[in-house]
C-alpha cells in the first residue's frame, strides 16, 4: 500500500486519468477540472495522491504540462491551476495499443 491505497487502487485512478484526457485528445483539462471529473468515479480521491499520480504520469511521458500563454512563471502555478494534455504515448496505452506493466490490471 502506498499512502493509504492499494496498487490496485493506484492503477485504476491511473488509468482514469489517462482515459479522461483521451477523450478529450488533443486538447487540454486543468489538474483541478481533471479531478473533480474524477471524483464521480472515486469519491473518497484526495488531491495529494492525485497529484502524485499526474506527476508520475508525466515522467512516464503519457501526459505533458501545456504552459498557458497567461502564466507569467511556469513554475509558481499551483498545481490545481496547470493545464495538462495527452501525450501521442499516453493515447496509445489509453487505447491499450501498448501495455504498461505499471498500469496493467
Known amino acids: 500500500m502506498a499512502n493509504g491505497r492499494t496498487a490496485r487502487q493506484i492503477k485504476l485512478v491511473r488509468n482514469e486519468v489517462l482515459v ?3 477523450m478529450l485528445y488533443p486538447a ?3 489538474a483541478e477540472q481533471l479531478m473533480r471529473s474524477l471524483l464521480s468515479v472515486f469519491p473518497t480521491m484526495e488531491w495529494d495522491p492525485f497529484r502524485r499520480d499526474l506527476a508520475y504520469l508525466c515522467e512516464k511521458g503519457y ?12 513554475k509558481f502555478t499551483p498545481w490545481r491551476q496547470r493545464w495538462f494534455r495527452l501525450t501521442s504515448a ?6 491499450h495499443v501498448i501495455g504498461d506493466p505499471a498500469l496493467d490490471e
Do not use: K
Open 20 to 22: 479522461a484526457l483521451n
Open 28 to 30: 487540454a483539462l486543468q
Open 63 to 74: 501526459v505533458q504540462r501545456v504552459v498557458s500563454d497567461n502564466e507569467s512563471d511556469p
Open 90 to 95: 499516453g493515447m496509445e496505452v489509453a487505447d
